[in-house]
């Protein structure tokens, strides 16, 4: 390849790796051209263009895109499906699981889901998912229904697989968790007047000493 087609692929790569926020990395070592372009196909169908590039291009192209997070998944032969904006993550990841199983070579290595670095196993875990259609539709239905069914969708493994989904749950999930309000203050009950005590009886008053007589009068003679 001449230096001229080199700079052509490494920039076109680099402008792919900056405007995809999804992409899946396989290791195509044994399959045969014609099971290559098979594979090409189907993943055109699910919305990705399936790339076999050398890996020194594509280092080359992640260091232009400022992309490096995926030179961990670059070794050996390396083929990258770029999801287009319509494509189905769920869709391009039953693809490369069903050909791996049928043909035993295919090795899928990890890819970008959302901006995040994930493994072979979130890819293959990610297949076993229904479509992206029919996620949205139950996603309606889990919306509309009452809150219990709504949580139980909010803990299945969907939220850890599909950014887009993750963030609407997530919103939801936190009105959900909000506090009600207080209850206000039951008045307390109003304390029972005591009874009152009947009137002591009026003791009866002491009796007077009745007054002295008066001093006898003085005796005639005596001086008064």
């Known amino acids: 390849m001449l230096r001229s087609e080199k700079e052509r692929v490494v920039e076109q790569l680099a402008e792919r790796l900056r405007s995809t926020e999804t992409l899946m990395v396989a290791d195509y070592r044994g399959l045969t051209m014609p099971e290559i372009d098979e594979l090409r196909s189907r993943l055109l169908e699910a919305g990705a263009r399936f790339t ?59 890819g970008i889901l959302e901006g995040n670095v994930v493994g072979e196993a979130e890819i293959k875990r990610l297949a076993t998912l229904p479509a992206t259609d029919v996620l949205r539709a139950q996603l309606v239905g889990a919306l509309s229904a009452p809150m219990a069914t709504v949580v139980g969708v909010f803990s299945a493994p969907l939220r850890d697989l599909v950014g887009v989904l993750q963030a609407r749950i997530g919103q939801l999930e936190a009105e959900g968790e909000a506090s009600p309000e207080p209850e206000a203050a039951a008045e307390p009950e ?29 005796v005639d003679g005596e001086e008064s």
């Open 52 to 110: 076999v590039v050398k890996n020194t291009l594509t280092k080359r192209a992640a260091e232009q895109a400022g992309t490096t997070d995926v030179l961990q998944l670059i070794e050996g032969p390396t083929a990258i499906a770029f999801l287009e904006a319509e494509g189905d993550p769920v869709a391009v990841a039953k693809v490369l699981s069903e050909v791996a199983r049928a043909h035993d070579v295919l090795v899928i290595r990890g």
């Open 190 to 218: 109003p304390k029972p007047e005591p009874e009152s005590e009947p009137a002591a009886e009026a003791e009866p008053a002491e009796a007077e000493p009745e007054a002295e007589a008066d001093e006898e009068p003085p």
